[in-house]
């Protein structure tokens, strides 16, 4: 007996026939991924197509997150130039017949094929995790090279394997590699590439950073900084993205700055946006300080700001301090 659906990598196809008045068709069971599968129609004026897993123990308590899409295409001879009816791409829980119904459109009888195309199958979380797919993909594969990686680069720095760079800091010394140094900033680069003393010497002095400030530096460098060790040296890194041309760095380090403004720290993120001309931060803290009124709660600070501040920043203050009263 034939068998009138058949499976290859991630796709099902199921032959089936319909007539004017049509009783509901299922197909045989079929195996993707973990789940046993049946596409089922329904013909009326139109066929509807269904998509469900059939109700296994491992359904029931995996039930699968489906993304798919579905063609169903007459295969008469009369309608041969008719083309698929493509369903749209669809992510789905399937738990039971009535989850996906699809209507495709086709009013005549005859001979008919279904197929079904499965983009990625995941499996329901439970307790609030992530759902992940079931399958190999390439991305899974990149991902875990990238924490190999990474995890290479973290021993490099923190046990100093081949590392052939000192680096001098305000209070202590650290080794590194000029390698990863000249790939992440052409400042390092030139350094290394042209007869100066650090080339020679293999040595560089970064005598405004702590040992812990410049240990957050090159871990960034590496790819291995944590969330809180940037949180902390983030004002720090700011100078060093500047001084050494690192423009993801910097920009990394406006955005963070531009989370938590406050009275206490307003006017000097304020100098710090003008200093290594980062415009977002800049208006951050002038909306800050003007739109939302919170300059009155500087007002003592600011005498002192005005004296030190560079003369282009005081008339900008005054221009937004004069935009703010013509909106009033």
């Known amino acids: 007996m034939e068998m009138n659906t058949r499976t290859v990598s991630r796709f099902a196809r199921w032959t089936f026939e319909t007539q004017s008045t049509s009783s509901p068709k299922k197909s045989e069971p079929f195996k993707m991924g973990l789940w046993t599968w049946h596409l089922s129609v329904e013909k009326d004026q139109t066929m509807y197509v269904r998509l469900y897993p059939e109700p296994t123990r491992i359904a029931r308590e995996q039930p ?20 698929p009816h493509v369903s749209p791409v669809t992510e789905k829980l399937l738990r039971t017949s009535e989850d996906f119904i699809w209507s495709a459109e086709f009013a005549y009888h005859g001979r008919f094929i279904a197929e079904v195309e499965f983009l990625d199958l995941k499996v329901c979380p439970k307790n609030g995790e992530e759902a992940t797919s079931i399958w190999p993909c390439s991305y899974g594969i990149r991902s875990q090279a990238s924490e190999s990686t990474l995890r290479c680069f973290s021993r490099m720095l923190k046990e100093s394997i081949y590392a052939d760079v000192t680096i001098n800091t305000a209070d202590g010394v650290v080794r590194a590699h000029k390698a990863i140094l000249s790939a992440s900033s052409p400042v390092f680069h030139s350094m290394f ?22 240990m957050a ?11 809180e060790d940037f949180w902390k040296h983030r004002v720090t890194l700011l100078a060093a993205a ?26 000097d993120r304020l100098q710090g946006a003008w200093l290594y001309q980062l415009d977002n931060l800049k208006k951050a803290c002038l909306t800050f300080l003007f739109d939302f009124r919170k300059i009155y709660e500087v007002e003592e600070e600011i005498n002192n700001y005005f004296n030190q501040a560079e003369r282009d920043l005081v008339s900008n203050m005054f221009h937004e301090v004069l935009r703010a009263w013509k909106v009033t």
């Open 193 to 214: 590439l042209h007869p100066l003393k650090e080339k020679e010497s293999s040595t560089i002095d970064i005598e405004d950073m702590s040992v812990d400030s410049c």
């Open 242 to 267: 500047n001084k050494y041309d690192i423009a993801a760095l910097k920009s990394s380090c406006e955005e963070s700055l531009m989370q938590d403004i406050n009275s206490d720290n307003v006017l």
């Open 217 to 227: 530096f090159l871990s960034y460098l590496y790819g291995t900084i944590n969330e």
């Open 64 to 83: 699968p997150i489906a993304r798919f899409i579905i063609r169903v295409e007459v295969v008469n001879v009369g309608y041969q130039n008719l083309g």
